[in-house]
């Protein structure tokens, strides 16, 4: 740094310590969720009942809050002021998570139903094509009238071929 007065200063940069947005909202979501357990109402009940024996009893000459315990009560009062807050902002965060997770629940919904759509199309097209092609079954049944056909025409023949040995016959027994 110089003390020229022909050179700019340097400018002072107040550097204010970096911390994570997501470290306080991790402490609230923690601090919220301990304060809604039966161990935080265990505990918080102790400490009332050790508060108010000592503060009655005068436990090796302790007594710093009488009675009307307004030190107990000022401590409710500022766990109060700062336990609502703590809650709502883990409330609001858990509200932005469920958010993303329906957001992305509903882009997977869409995308299912897309190619569910689209594979019912398609069957729906190949049955279409299929009816069109010969089954197994309508190949049998064609080929079982074929079958009867030419045992129909092979008997007609049979006879025909019977008749006209016949008439040969006749004719030459006529002719003769």
């Known amino acids: 740094m110089s003390d020229r007065l022909d050179q700019p200063r340097e400018p002072h940069v107040v550097r204010l310590p970096?911390?994570?947005?997501?470290?306080?909202?991790?402490?609230?979501?923690?601090?919220?969720?301990?304060?809604?357990?039966?161990?935080?109402?265990?505990?918080?009940?102790?400490?009332?009942?050790?508060?108010?024996?000592?503060?009655?009893?005068?436990?090796?000459?302790?007594?710093?809050?009488?009675y009307p315990f307004i030190l107990l009560n000022l401590f409710f009062s500022t766990q109060a002021s700062y336990a609502a807050p703590l809650i709502l902002l883990a409330q609001n965060r858990q509200a932005d998570r469920d958010r993303l997770t329906i957001d992305e629940d509903r882009r997977r919904a869409q995308a299912q139903k897309a190619d569910t759509e689209y594979l019912a199309r398609e069957i729906a097209s190949l049955r279409m094509a299929l009816n069109d092609v010969a089954t197994r079954d309508y190949i049998r049944s064609e080929l079982a009238k074929l079958a009867e056909e030419l045992d129909d025409a092979a008997a007609r023949r049979h006879q025909q071929e019977k008749a006209d040995r016949k008439d040969k016959k006749s004719r030459a027994s006529q002719g003769a």
């Open 18 to 66: 970096r911390w994570d947005p997501d470290a306080f909202g991790n402490f609230a979501e923690k601090f919220a969720r301990f304060m809604g357990t039966a161990k935080f109402l265990v505990y918080m009940t102790a400490f009332v009942i050790v508060w108010i024996l000592i503060n009655l009893i005068g436990v090796f000459g302790l007594q710093w809050d009488p």
